[in-house]
């Protein structure tokens, strides 16, 4: 059983940070892409950022870019979403995905947590 386990959201102050982890397991992800999006009330899903479980390219959504950096650690099977100079329009909730191949559309993506929450006030 496939599982993606998403933590450390919460509450933080608009110019904080905070690190997002995803803790996968149920299968091997070694070829897959491993992705975080978002999603704020009455928008609709939004890809923040992806990563090759293999290594190599990342991607980015621009209102993200030098602020955000995803990563991953083999050892501990975990994704991460490390989340610096947070602003209150990045306030969601936040998902860990995984796909075959690296996409924007979440409608690639197989595999999806069940999200964590983060909210930045101004």
């Known amino acids: 059983q496939v599982q993606l386990v998403e933590s450390g959201g919460g509450l933080v102050q608009a110019g904080g940070s905070l690190r997002l982890s995803c803790a996968a397991s149920?299968?091997?992800?070694?070829?897959?892409?491993m992705a975080w999006f978002r999603q704020a009330p009455g928008k609709e899903r939004e890809f923040v950022a992806a990563v090759r479980w293999s290594g190599g390219n990342t991607l980015y959504v621009e209102s993200v870019k030098g602020r955000f950096t995803i990563s991953i650690d083999n050892a501990k099977n975990t994704v991460y979403l490390q989340m610096n100079s947070l602003k209150p329009e990045d306030t969601a909730v936040y998902y860990c995905a995984a796909a075959r191949s690296m996409s924007w559309n979440p409608r690639s993506y197989d595999y999806w947590g069940q999200g964590t929450q983060v909210i930045v006030s101004s």
């Open positions: 149920g299968r091997t992800f070694s070829s897959y892409a």
